[in-house]
């Protein structure tokens, strides 16, 4: 049976053959005993994750895992609800032992760190100059009260349904860790604040994920911002960081959403430095 390549970008490599999947991790991401866990944790918890079928592979110096296939969402009819109840229910599951602390802010950094030269990657580094210093890589993290088991990667992009007709599973584990829910709803929180997300797709999602019982944001409509406020101008940051070197790489004009991202971080920059 012939392979289907099915991602090629970033780094990341993912084939399909038959009913498995083969993913080539980005190189210096997903290795050691802290992705190991991750992994097991995953496979611990079979109604939210499609998890990896073994141990992480070492092919050649390259982090290679294998998953069973499943099929992916419908951009054209996003299961919004499914997937806010989905990560609710992630949200309430206690944390388990060892697991690593999520470090989502670090990548915010190494995507800045990469940028080259140009007006928008300088619009980025601006909007990167006023988020906290921790953020930033420049102090400790503050304490999370309430540390809840995280994706650390959440979007829809990482749902595929298990099976004929089967539920929704959560898929890429290697930023499994422990920390603030509210990271978990911040690339989504970030596309809506950039005009990239519709209000009602966003209104959706948060709704069913509150209807869920999900702890991340307050009950009360509206207070949202006040924990999602941080994490969503930080993803701002990262995804404009990394569309805006990806498409220097790859020597073409920015899209009209990464367009939009580059705009939300002029906005970001003349915003007044978080503490």
Excluded at 16 to 26: F, L, M, P, T, W
Excluded at 94 to 123: H, I, K, Q, Y
Excluded at 220 to 227: A, K, L, M, N, Q
Aim: contains cysteine; aromatic residues 6%.
């Amino acid at each position: 049976m012939s392979a289907q390549v099915i991602y090629d970008r970033n780094g990341v490599l993912v084939v399909r053959s038959g009913d498995v999947v083969a993913k080539a991790h980005r190189p210096g991401r997903a290795v050691g005993p802290e992705f190991a866990r991750r992994v097991e944790i995953a496979a611990s918890l079979p109604a939210l994750f499609c998890a990896p079928l073994g141990p992480p592979l070492d092919v050649e110096g390259r982090t290679v895992t294998l998953e069973r296939y499943g099929t992916p969402v419908d951009p054209y009819d996003p299961p919004w609800e499914d997937a806010a109840r989905l990560l609710a229910a992630l949200h309430a599951v206690p944390v388990p032992a060892d697991t690593p602390p999520f470090g989502r802010p670090a990548r915010v950094a190494r995507a800045v760190s990469r940028l080259g030269n140009g007006e928008a990657a300088d619009a980025v580094r601006r909007a990167f100059a006023v988020l906290p210093a921790w953020v930033r890589g420049d102090g400790p993290v503050p304490e999370v009260r309430d540390e809840r088991l995280l994706h650390g990667d959440f979007h829809l992009g990482q749902l595929v349904r298990a099976g004929e007709g089967g539920t929704w599973r959560m898929i890429d584990v290697e930023d499994i860790g422990r920390g603030d829910p509210a990271w978990d709803l911040a690339r989504l929180a970030a596309l809506f604040a950039a005009g990239i997300l519709a209000p009602d797709a966003w209104g959706r999602f948060l709704h069913a994920y509150r209807e869920a019982g999900g702890v991340a944001v307050p009950p009360d409509e509206g207070s949202e911002w006040t924990v999602l406020d941080v994490p969503s101008r930080a993803l701002v940051v990262q995804i404009a960081a990394t569309s805006v070197r990806m498409a220097a790489e790859e020597d073409r004009d920015l899209g009209p959403e990464e367009t939009g991202l580059v705009g939300a971080c002029v906005r970001i920059a003349e915003l007044p430095e978080l503490p």
